[in-house]
């Protein structure tokens, strides 16, 4: 069970990245292209960018927390199976949530939409350490906060492409590096919290990531909307 359950877990996480892809392609598109300078400094010339990649680092914590917090808590209950079973829910909220975001026409501006998106990132990771033992419940709130990471990191996407029109090969390459380092960082936290203070406790990590980037997100909005 283990085994079939990793591979779906797998699975899964290709086919977020195959529909991300397909749906940022869909939503760039519809998104007006907002000249930038990128003098000699490259990208990092552009304020709006490091907002970005400060608000991709901490998504990214949040993400890499949640990774190891859910298999963490499925051994610490003497069921290391249901590991891959929650890292599955977590990625199937993905897919979802990667789906009924590009199908929908927005109104709201892509840097409104990621300050809502983060609130609601934010209020699926909150009860995570406080079920404990509820391995079911975990599950079901795993699927729901992968249902609001997807989009998030597809709209983050899109502001790097609004941004930086004229050196997006750069920006995209820059944003991937700050969700990996957001990642790595937060994987880490995770396993140091969970050693000390009980494997639940590894989502908060992932709490507090996710509140970071609502917190900047909020506090750059305008600036990102220009």
């Given at each position: 069970m283990a085994v079939a359950s990793g591979a779906l877990a797998l699975s899964v996480i290709g086919a977020i990245a195959a529909g991300g892809t397909l749906v940022l392609a869909r939503l760039?598109?519809?998104?007006?292209?907002?000249?930038?300078?990128?003098?000699?400094?490259?990208?990092?010339?552009?304020?709006?960018?490091?907002?970005?990649?400060?608000?991709?680092?901490?998504?990214?914590?949040?993400?890499?927390a949640l990774e190891v917090a859910a298999p963490a808590v499925a051994v610490a209950q003497g069921v290391p199976a249901l590991g891959g079973v929650l890292v599955a829910a977590f990625s199937l909220g993905g897919v979802l949530g990667v789906l009924l975001y590009g199908a929908r026409r927005w109104t709201a501006s892509p840097a409104r939409r990621l300050v809502v998106l983060l609130l609601l990132l934010s209020i699926a990771v909150a009860?995570?350490?406080?079920?404990?033992?509820?391995?079911?419940?975990?599950?079901?709130?795993?699927?729901?906060?992968?249902?609001?990471?997807?989009?998030?990191?597809?709209?983050?996407?899109?502001?790097?492409?609004?941004?930086v029109p004229t050196a997006s090969a750069e920006a995209f390459g820059w944003l991937s590096t700050w969700i990996s380092l957001g990642e790595a960082?937060?994987?880490?936290?995770?396993?140091?919290?969970?050693?000390?203070?009980?494997?639940?406790?590894?989502?908060?990590?992932?709490?507090?990531?996710?509140?970071?980037?609502?917190?900047?997100?909020?506090?750059?909005?305008?600036?990102?909307?220009?």
């Open positions: 760039v598109r519809r998104t007006p292209v907002v000249q930038a300078r990128t003098a000699r400094g490259g990208v990092w010339h552009v304020p709006a960018l490091r907002v970005l990649l400060a608000i991709a680092g901490a998504v990214g914590a949040a993400f890499g009860p995570l350490a406080a079920l404990r033992d509820a391995v079911p419940l975990s599950g079901a709130v795993l699927f729901l906060t992968g249902l609001a990471l997807s989009p998030v990191l597809t709209t983050l996407s899109v502001l790097v492409a609004e941004h960082g937060g994987s880490a936290a995770a396993g140091l919290v969970a050693q000390s203070a009980g494997p639940s406790s590894g989502f908060v990590v992932a709490a507090l990531g996710a509140s970071a980037a609502l917190v900047v997100s909020a506090w750059a909005r305008r600036g990102l909307a220009r």
